[in-house]
Nanobody
Framework: QVQLVESGGGLVQPGGSLRLSCAAS????????MGWYRQAAGKQRELVAT???????NYADSVKGRFTISRDYAKNTLYLQMNSLKPEDTAVYYC?????????WGQGTQVTVSS
């Protein structure tokens, strides 16, 4: 059983910051690439950032320079540090694990950026 639990979402004003966390099953955390995706109301789910087991990162152009993805192997936790938030960042953010068999997803955490 693979379990992903996101936390850290909330309501912030434009220009503010949030850090999202994703606690993952220890049995698979270190084995696969992971990522953050988001889905805004009425929109399709889109990739935000990914990180390989070796630490290589990739970001959507819309968040480059503002967001940072990282993983803590000791804590089996994936993070997304979000700075300089914009209203267009408003979405449900999902944690992802890309395993050999399938992709696993968390329940999502809501991020709302509004004045």
């Amino acid at each position: 059983q693979v379990q992903l639990v996101e936390s850290g979402g909330g309501l912030v004003q434009p220009g503010g910051s949030l850090r999202l966390s994703c606690a993952a099953s220890r049995s698979i955390f270190s084995l696969y690439a992971m990522g953050w995706y988001r889905q805004a109301a009425g929109k399709q789910r889109e990739l935000v950032a990914t990180i390989t087991t070796g630490g290589t990162t990739n970001y959507a152009d819309s968040v480059k320079g503002r967001f940072t993805i990282s993983r803590d192997y000791a804590k089996n936790t994936l993070y997304l540090q979000m700075n300089s938030l914009k209203p267009e960042d408003t979405a449900v953010y999902y944690c992802n694990v890309h395993s050999a068999r399938r992709d696993y997803w968390g329940q999502g955490t809501q991020v709302t950026v509004s004045s």
